[in-house]
């Protein structure tokens, strides 16, 4: 009887490919992401088209195929003019997590149009993960809470928490971790971290190398445990394991209906901020999501059949280098910064007689401008002025532009644009310039329009799908009208995205 054929070796990388990546072609490695690579459509100039990049709107665009602008999830979280308080992306009027702010359907919303029986199910480490990809009615979706390490979903999806759940979290819990290491996987080849750029700070008076403790001076499980390991890669394991068990549940493939399940593991976003994408921690966190996602295909093969089914791997957002390791041009915002942005507020008060401009972050209080007789675009103009002049500022848009419509020659702006709302955006858009981290304090971040926050992976496997390099741009709001011309799934008009050539290899390739 002849075993299970191997997959084919890795083509070379890409042009462009990041040397640090190589090893992913390895020949040795036969995990997710080099089969991935192997047997999947790979587009390496892959980007975020909108000009703030963060987790729930690049969650929501990927689900869509519209921009922020479309899809009405600007940010992670909003400042409500009219209420006067903080909206967070998915919770809604009543305190439930739910995609009531979701202004558009998704991919999963169209193939339960298409496909009356198809399951829609999500899970993820973060809320705003799990509830953008599910859409606007899945059958379920799950994400980690941080302060329990358990597995969490609201009555907007489920009466109650599901029995058969909590009996898996006493079994598969990430309390079953208390008293481990978080300890680095090997590289493979022989190859060497400090080789390929990935290497402790070595002025860092907090590091503590791995293998590392998780958790605090307390003997007892519990919050401060359950904290520490939300920043580590067992994370993306539960993830991977409740996945597992969600294909059992939901008996997903199981009959000639197309089903959706909809993943996202955040550990390298949560490692990421915290050590920066060239640390160890962030290199482990690769090599252990590589080999979950080789564990998922091994499944998925085993259960429905190898070519059977659609893959698709993207990202929310990149993220900067940490600046005290990549060393110029980057550099952190500082007090220079903090202090020129805070006398502006000074500044238009000593103009107008009254204080109090911002209600939150670049969002003037209406209370204010109707004080000062000032219409909100006059108090743009003035104050966008004001912020440009501020060193680490290379442009200030502010909402009146964007709303008119940026010219079409200008990308910075129009990126802009894409992810702008008129009654959930601020009335200033900072573009910080390059190099310039905008957080203040240990870590990185992103949410700029430089490509290093812009620029993600996309791949996609399976069936119509032909594996090669697809070079040029490409937007991410592409990856949800190319599923669904694969599936045969109609969707709506007005998406800005369009179908990729999966189908066909470019010329020459």
């Keep these: 009887m002849a075993g299970r054929r191997r997959p084919p070796l890795p083509r070379p990388p890409p042009r462009g490919t990041d040397p640090r990546w190589r090893c992913w072609w390895s020949p040795t490695l036969r995990h997710g992401l080099a089969r991935l690579l192997a ?152 190859l060497e971290a400090a080789a390929l750029g990935f290497a402790p700070l070595a002025a860092d008076p907090y590091a503590r190398p791995l293998p590392r403790a998780v958790g605090g001076l307390d003997p007892s499980v519990g919050e401060g445990f359950f904290t520490a390991a939300y920043r580590t890669p067992w994370i993306d394991e539960q993830v991977a394991g409740l996945a597992l068990e969600l294909l059992d549940r939901y008996s997903l493939g199981a009959d000639g209906v197309p089903d959706l399940l909809a993943l996202s593991f955040s550990a390298l976003d949560i490692v990421g901020h915290e050590h920066g994408p060239e640390s160890p921690e962030s290199l482990d966190v690769v090599l252990r999501l590589d080999r979950l996602l080789g564990t998922l295909l091994d499944e998925l093969d085993r259960r429905l059949g190898r070519g059977r089914y659609l893959v698709a791997l993207s990202a929310d957002h990149g993220t900067a280098p940490l600046p005290e390791r990549a060393g110029p041009p980057f550099r952190r915002a500082g007090n220079d910064e903090v202090l020129c942005l805070q006398r502006v507020e000074r500044e238009l008060a000593r103009r ?117 390099p697809r070079p040029g741009r490409v937007a991410t709001v592409d990856l949800a009208p190319t599923l669904a011309r694969l599936l045969g799934v109609p969707v709506p008009d007005g998406l800005d995205g369009r179908p990729l050539p999966v189908g066909e290899l470019p010329a020459g390739g």
């Design 39 to 190: 047997e999947g459509a790979v587009f390496p100039e892959a980007r975020h088209a909108h000009g703030r990049p963060e987790t729930a709107p690049g969650h929501a665009t990927l689900a869509t195929g519209r921009h922020p602008s479309g899809h009405g999830i600007v940010e992670n979280a909003w400042w409500d003019r009219a209420k006067g308080r903080e909206i967070y992306s998915v919770r809604d009027d009543g305190g439930q997590t739910s995609p009531r702010h979701l202004l558009a359907d998704t991919l999963a919303d169209w193939l339960q149009r298409a496909e009356p029986g198809a399951v829609v199910v999500s899970a993820a480490g973060k809320d705003r993960s799990a509830v953008l990809l599910g859409g606007l009615a899945p059958d379920a979706a799950f994400w980690l809470d941080e302060k329990s390490g358990r597995f969490r979903t609201s009555r907007h999806y489920l009466p109650a928490e599901p029995a058969w759940l909590a009996a898996w979290e006493r079994e598969h819990g990430l309390a079953r971790r208390f008293g481990e290491t978080w300890e680095a996987l090997p590289l493979p080849d022989g």
């Design 352 to 468: 107008h007689g009254h204080a109090g401009w911002f209600a939150d972050g670049f969002t003037f209080e209406p209370r204010t401008l109707a004080a000062a007789g000032l219409p909100a675009a006059a108090a743009g103009r003035e104050a966008a002025v004001l912020v440009s002049a501020c060193p680490g500022v290379a442009r200030v848009l502010t909402a009146e532009e964007l709303a008119r419509g940026p010219a079409a020659d200008d990308e910075l702006a129009l990126a802009f644009a894409r992810s702008f709302h008129p009654e959930r955006s601020p009335d200033l858009f900072v573009h910080w310039a390059a190099g310039v981290v905008p957080r203040v304090g240990r870590g990185t971040t992103h949410a700029t329009a430089w490509p290093h926050d812009t620029r993600v992976p996309l791949i996609l496997a399976g069936p119509g799908v032909l594996p090669g």
